[in-house]
């Protein structure tokens, strides 16, 4: 599975921005994503996470209630809707895979993107 982030970009606090995860490879249905994101010299940072079916999903506390995490099978695709941003949402985010179920550690995941360059301005 081969992973492509997008929708990026610069936006004010209080804002929105909608996330993308293209895959290719006819086996995506079948694999749980996960969004992470880092900031410089910090570690990755779990986000949310959505399985195969799209039945189940999962926040980080810090983004519950404003992130929502979905996917579209038919389009290989897997959305991160953010509202309501804020100045340490400012990070790179990554979009990753793993066969079926949700897991929130980064080292669990087979298949990773390129990120995208989240910047929210104050």
């Known amino acids: 599975v081969q992973l492509q982030a997008s929708g990026g970009g610069l936006v004010q606090a209080g804002g929105s921005l909608r996330l993308s995860c293209a895959a290719s490879?006819?086996?995506?249905?079948?694999?749980?994503v996960g969004w992470f994101r880092q900031v410089p010299g910090k570690e990755r940072e779990y986000v949310a996470a959505i399985s195969w079916s799209g039945s189940s999903t999962d926040y980080a506390d810090s983004v519950k209630g404003r992130f929502t995490i979905s996917r579209d099978n038919g389009k290989n695709t897997v959305y991160l809707q953010m509202k309501s941003l804020k100045p340490e949402d400012t990070a790179v985010y990554y979009c990753?895979?793993?066969?079926?179920?949700?897991?929130?550690?980064?080292?669990?995941?087979?298949?990773w993107g390129q990120g995208t360059l989240v910047t929210v301005s104050s």
């Open positions: 490879g006819r086996t995506f249905s079948t694999f749980a």
């Open positions: 990753a895979a793993r066969p079926y179920s949700i897991v929130v550690v980064s080292a669990m995941y087979d298949y």
